[in-house]
């Protein structure tokens, strides 16, 4: 681990400007992503021009379905890119997975900058905005996978969500099998269509949050069609991004 303190500031950039040695710098957020092979429209945490700021990705090779599954032997990888983005100067670091929260306090451990690896992280602090009856409308790319103690890796409770899986729609397959053409449209308007099924159903849904990093082109969509609030991994960098870059306030009195 990096015996430094978590953000370097102007200060410390004055009094040693060989402070952090890099071939390159100014990346606020550094991104862990498992190298897999389909579109990544904008809006996906895997195409980069989705951010107003610069990101750094790094690549893991392995079967998603390891990581669905929280499989040990993928730890070591992980905990190995973490630790190159801290050295190459990154200020936080997520996943772009929703399962990357298997390893969220292992991870969390072996670095010093925060770690948020999981899109599931912000559960806590959506339902404390809502009536004690609501819940949580949670859309997983994986459901087989989702336990109360994947849930508890992360922070969240399984009791405060609704689970809806959305690995099993064909307009989904070519992102989840990477084994056709993506129907971008399709796919916006399946999704929509779960939310609505979902929330005719019961009338306790005050949130929706999007598991899968894939699915964050569509929170518009969503909210448009519902008028709920949408949380995404978009929603969770954004606000990691604001916390470790901060800046003065102009304006006038």
Not at 51 to 71: H, R
Not at 74 to 93: D, M, N, Y
Not at 125 to 152: E, R
Not at 187 to 203: F, I, K, R, W, Y
Request: charged residues 20%; negative net charge; proline residues 5%.
């Amino acid at each position: 681990m990096l015996k430094h303190r978590n953000i370097r500031t102007e200060k410390d950039l004055q009094e040693n400007p060989q402070f952090f040695p890099s071939p390159f710098s100014g990346y606020p957020i550094g991104i862990i992503a498992v190298n897999l092979d389909y579109p990544k429209m904008p809006g996906n945490v895997a195409n980069a021009t989705t951010f107003d700021f610069p990101v750094l990705y790094e690549v893991v090779d392995f079967e998603i379905e390891e990581l669905f599954e929280g499989s040990k032997e993928i730890e070591q990888q992980i905990i190995q890119a973490a630790q190159k983005l801290e050295k190459r100067g990154v200020r936080a670091i997520v996943g772009a997975c929703g399962y990357f929260g298997h390893f969220q306090e292992i991870v969390a451990e072996s670095v010093a900058i925060p770690v948020f690896l999981s899109s599931i992280t912000q559960i806590p602090i959506i339902k404390l905005g809502l009536k004690k009856k609501q819940k949580i409308l949670v859309l997983v790319a994986s459901g087989k996978d989702i336990t109360a103690d994947f849930f508890q890796a992360s922070g969240a409770n399984l009791s405060d969500c609704i689970i809806h899986e959305i690995g099993s729609l064909e307009s989904f397959a070519p992102i989840r099998w990477g084994n056709s053409n993506l129907d971008n449209q399709r796919l916006e308007n399946d999704l929509v269509e779960v939310v609505l099924s979902e929330l005719a159903e019961t009338d306790t849904i005050g949130a929706i949050l999007l598991e899968c990093s894939d699915l964050p082109p569509y929170s518009y969509a969503i909210q448009q069609a519902t008028g709920l609030p949408i949380f995404d991994f978009i929603t969770l960098i954004q606000w990691v991004y604001a916390a470790v870059v901060q800046r003065r306030y102009l304006g006038y009195l």
